[in-house]
């Protein structure tokens, strides 16, 4: 049976609470509709669990465990988590993920989180930071841009979001003291000038942020960042051309980024860098990247069809989440 047959075409979509019972369904032409099908269509198991729990009142059960699939032994994530990274071993990146999708349900703790702090232990560098990506003894596939070190450097990209998520869901564990020690120092580095800065960073540098507990600090080291953001055009603040398709494979995932890329929420710290125009018409952009089949496109350049794929499905959770925080009608 077509799945996209059975929508109804009410005029007035409900407002699903996440978790409840009955399941909600948008109105026929809503954009949050047609993701629903390309969710459907498309997405890995995990993002339709994601996409059934944030908008059908499904839940967070089924979502950890679809999540649970790309557990290690470890305590660690892997089998393309985080689909630039293939196969089964247990990376950096894959925690990052996996962290955004427990707090995502509300489910950032207990012996799961435990066992993923163990796990970042032992994958730390000697300053107390998780390297981009550690050393693979099998050589698996990886994007080109995923940096290849036999011995790899203490990186904010990663540090930053998983620290800030830990802080944010109250977590307490040894491994976060010289974590957050190192994310400090590097998001100093980065608004006073003392590195070279890239879009990414700055993510990384705001994912940490708006989840330190010492808030009086991190606003003071958000407000120097964000006059550096400003002063370098670092992000993007109205709508940017899309890339060509012809673009090279190195160094980053891909570039710009967009004011909503970088204050995912209202509450956001980096909301400030940004004047409520240059919210709008990044939201509007956002709105409009919504594709023919009604998925959102990544931003990551391709480089096999398979990981593109799953990247657009963790991209349509991202822009509707993003979406529905401000507000907007989806």
Do not use: G, W
């Given at each position: 049976m077509d799945r996209s047959a059975s929508l109804p075409s009410s005029s007035s979509p409900p407002s699903p609470t996440p978790g409840s019972a009955e399941p909600a369904r948008p109105a026929g032409s809503s954009a949050l509709s047609r993701a629903e099908r390309f969710v459907w269509l498309t997405a890995r198991v995990l993002e339709q669990r994601r996409f059934a729990y944030h908008f059908l009142g499904g839940g967070a059960d089924a979502v950890e465990t679809a999540l649970t699939a790309y557990l290690g032994t470890d305590g660690g994530y892997g089998h393309a988590l985080d689909p630039d990274l293939r196969g089964p071993v247990s990376q950096?990146?894959?925690?990052?993920?996996?962290?955004?999708?427990l707090d995502g349900i509300g489910r950032c703790g207990g012996q799961r989180v435990e066992r993923l702090c163990?796990?970042?232990?032992?994958?730390?560098?000697?300053?107390g930071a998780l390297p981009v990506c550690r050393p693979s003894p099998h050589g698996y596939p990886a994007a080109p841009w995923v940096p290849s070190a036999d011995d790899p450097r203490g990186d904010l990209l990663t540090t930053g979001p998983v620290v800030g998520l830990l802080h944010r869901n109250q977590v307490w564990h040894a491994w976060l003291f010289r974590a957050t020690?190192?994310?400090w120092a590097a998001v100093a580095a980065l608004a006073e000038g003392g590195t070279t800065a890239r879009p990414y960073e700055v993510a990384a540098a705001v994912a940490f942020l708006d989840g330190a507990p010492d808030r009086a600090r991190a606003e003071a080291a958000a407000d120097r960042l964000g006059r550096r953001?400003?002063?370098?055009?670092?992000?993007?603040p109205h709508p940017a051309p899309e890339p060509a398709d012809d673009r090279p494979l190195a160094p980053g995932p891909g570039e710009p980024l967009q004011?909503?890329?970088i204050a995912r929420t209202p509450g956001s710290l980096a909301r400030r860098w940004f004047t409520d125009a240059e919210v709008e018409?990044?939201?509007?952009?956002?709105?409009a990247a919504q594709q023919e089949d009604g998925g959102w496109p990544p931003h990551r350049r391709a480089w096999t069809p398979v990981a593109t794929l799953e990247w657009r499905s963790v991209a349509t959770m991202e822009a509707l989440l993003t979406l529905r925080a401000y507000g907007r009608r989806i």
């Open positions: 950096p990146p894959h925690a990052v993920h996996a962290l955004r999708v163990r796990y970042l232990t032992s994958v730390s560098t000697p300053d020690d190192f994310c953001v400003r002063e370098e055009r670092l992000i993007v004011v909503h890329d018409r990044s939201l509007d952009a956002l709105a």
